[in-house]
Nanobody, 116 residues
Framework: QEQFVESGGGLVQPGGSLKLSCAGSGDRFERFDIGWYRQAPGKEREFLASISWSGDTSFTRNFVRDRFTISRDIAKNTVYLQMDNLKFEDTAVYYC?????????WGQGTQVTVAS
């Protein structure tokens, strides 16, 4: 079963930026809306943002809308999440999946740690 591959996480200071990438292939990636999700320690996984298969339409949750931007490069089969002005509470494992999420497509995620 193919999974999506997340990358781009790391350790960053508060106020810093990271750009996450979600790479996929085939119809299960190209023809579907894709979402970004995260799971912080001790918390449930939460939805952050989604983008349509064509890249024309996107949605970002209110609580990160002023800092996170989702985008899609169709030619590269990649969906991005640009994260600016990162805060301590953004520390989590970040995942991409279909939107709505499909159980079989959760990958390993990429760790984002915001620390001074």
């Amino acid at each position: 079963q193919e999974q999506f591959v997340e990358s781009g996480g790391g350790l960053v200071q508060p106020g810093g930026s990271l750009k996450l990438s979600c790479a996929g292939s085939g119809d299960r990636f190209e023809r579907f809306d894709i979402g970004w999700y995260r799971q912080a320690p001790g918390k449930e996984r939460e939805f952050l943002a989604s983008i349509s298969w064509s890249g024309d339409t996107s949605f970002t949750r209110n609580f990160v809308r002023d800092r996170f931007t989702i985008s899609r490069d169709i030619a590269k089969n990649t969906v991005y999440l640009q994260m600016d002005n990162l805060k301590f509470e953004d520390t989590a494992v970040y995942y991409c999946n279909h939107y709505p999420a499909t159980a079989d497509y959760w990958g390993q995620g990429t760790q984002v740690t915001v620390a001074s």
